[in-house]
């Protein structure tokens, strides 16, 4: 893992324990370092308005990079070495976060990689949230993270990630796999816009409308 954007809440003298939301780009943004904030809106996720949601004021992000100039995308091979990212930002940080509240997120690719690592350690997350993600587990994959919270969200007229093809049939395999299906959703956009209420270029970004 390569060139982390790191958020901190933590202010001065601040003995609060907050929460982590881990953000992983979609494929063709992990090209060059700070790419996976200045292709999404996770930025914004840092800013006083939106910090202000989380519960006791704030939350850390974490956005590592998946070094695509070396050839390296998201996929099973760097599941572990993520996973070594994650263990190493959150024991240097370990006096100020909460570890019961640790999310994982992310869009396109960046969604397939956190169906993955929910599957792979659904003991370190407490939720997942993919967005626009480009793979469907199977329902024994599923069943890994069974009490899990899941929310998925993608755009109806997706090119890349088909709505009808892909994604209501994913939301289909986890709500019959999962012990918590109440607490699962499935936000459906009819068109995907950027916060100031701007369409996008492309119905696949639904990232930019998760805010």
């Known amino acids: 893992m390569r060139a982390k954007a790191i958020f901190s809440p933590v202010g001065e003298n601040d003995s609060t324990k907050y929460p982590?939301?881990?953000?992983?780009?979609?494929m063709g943004d992990g090209k060059e370092p700070g790419s996976p904030v200045k292709k999404s809106n996770i930025a914004y996720w840092t800013s006083d308005e939106f910090q202000a949601r989380f519960t006791n004021g704030g939350a850390f992000i974490f956005a590592p990079r998946s070094d695509e100039s070396k050839g390296l995308c998201w996929n099973s091979g760097t599941i572990e070495p993520l996973k070594a990212a994650i263990d190493d930002f959150i024991a240097k940080n370990k006096d100020s976060i909460d570890l019961s509240r640790i999310y994982v997120g992310g869009y396109?690719?960046?969604?397939?990689?956190?169906?993955?690592?929910?599957i792979a350690y659904p003991e370190m997350f407490?939720?997942?949230?993919?967005?626009?993600?480009?793979w469907s587990p199977d329902a024994e994959a599923f069943s890994y993270i069974a009490d899990m919270p899941v929310w998925i969200t993608s755009g109806k007229t997706d090119p890349l990630v088909n709505?009808?093809?892909?994604?209501?049939?994913?939301?289909?395999k986890l709500s019959a796999a999962?012990?918590?299906?109440s607490e699962?959703?499935?936000?459906?956009?009819?068109?995907?816009?950027?916060?100031?209420?701007?369409?996008?270029?492309s119905g696949h970004h639904s990232w930019f409308a998760v805010n």
């Open 184 to 201: 699962c959703r499935l936000s459906i956009l009819s068109k995907v816009c950027y916060e100031d209420g701007t369409k996008t270029s």
């Open 163 to 172: 709505y009808n093809f892909s994604v209501t049939k994913t939301f289909e």
């Open 178 to 181: 999962s012990n918590v299906a």
């Open 108 to 118: 396109s690719m960046g969604g397939k990689m956190t169906l993955k690592m929910a």
């Open 20 to 26: 982590v939301v881990v953000w992983l780009h979609g």
């Open 126 to 134: 407490a939720a997942a949230f993919p967005i626009c993600p480009a």
